[in-house]
Nanobody, 115 residues
């Protein structure tokens, strides 16, 4: 299992931007799909964005066009650039890594968007 540490969350006004970072404890991008998930109080955890081993990206319809997932292999870090934030984006955001054998999760970082 790989250790994942998220950072970059905070309080922003609607329409603002944040960039979340997820630092991994070892090189994993060649064998793991990396993703960002979020969970609001009373809601199920949902996939926000993911990037595959080949660099293919997928996004939830609710964030498409506003969020961008990327990675830096040298820094072993995955990013989630969030633009045009809405109050509905308020949630705890979790970094995720998965392969055929296991799934790893970060501790989560809070994102709050005020109206």
């Amino acid at each position: 299992q790989v250790q994942l540490v998220e950072s970059g969350g905070g309080l922003v006004q609607a329409g603002g931007s944040l960039r979340l970072s997820c630092a991994a404890s070892r090189s994993i991008f060649s064998t793991n799909v990396m993703g960002w998930y979020r969970q609001a109080p009373g809601k199920q955890r949902e996939l926000v964005a993911e990037i595959t081993t080949t660099g293919r990206t997928n996004y939830a319809d609710t964030v498409k066009g506003r969020f961008t997932i990327s990675r830096d292999s040298a820094k072993i870090t995955v990013y989630l650039q969030m633009n045009s934030l809405k109050p509905g984006d308020t949630a705890v955001y979790y970094c995720n890594a998965k392969n055929y054998w296991e799934v790893s999760w970060g501790q989560g970082t809070q994102v709050t968007v005020s109206s």
